[in-house]
Nanobody, 123 residues
Framework: QVQLVESGGGLVQAGGSLRLSCAAS????????LGWFRQAPGKERDFVAAIRWSAGRTYYADSVKGRFTISRDNAKNTVFLQMNSLKPEDTAAYYC????????????????WGQGTQVTVSS
């Protein structure tokens, strides 16, 4: 059974940093892409970043380019999202997800989802 468990969320002031982790288990993820999405109250779930597990190729939403970095630790089966220069508009629940699709910037491509971790950025 595939499990994705997020951690690392919290409350931070604008301009601060947080690092989210997603521990993946239950199968080999070499053929998967692991992605991060976020959803603010009353809004749709948006793509944030993704990384192809084997090749390491990364993808970012324009809104986070230059501020967020996605990475992976193969030995620990964990994906990270380093978030710097946080803004109040980054406030949302952040979800980790796994996909075998070619297109990885839409949530419809993802098969497995974690429970989410809350990130709140105060102004």
């Amino acid at each position: 059974q595939v499990q994705l468990v997020e951690s690392g969320g919290g409350l931070v002031q604008a301009g601060g940093s947080l690092r989210l982790s997603c521990a993946a288990s239950g199968r080999t993820f070499s053929s998967y892409t692991l992605g991060w999405f976020r959803q603010a109250p009353g809004k749709e779930r948006d793509f944030v970043a993704a990384i192809r597990w084997s090749a390491g190729r990364t993808y970012y939403a324009d809104s986070v380019k230059g501020r967020f970095t996605i990475s992976r630790d193969n030995a620990k089966n964990t994906v990270f999202l380093q978030m710097n220069s946080l803004k109040p508009e980054d406030t949302a629940a952040y979800y980790c997800a796994a996909s075998r699709a070619v297109v990885v910037t839409t949530d419809r491509s993802y098969e497995y989802w974690g429970q989410g971790t809350q990130v709140t950025v105060s102004s």
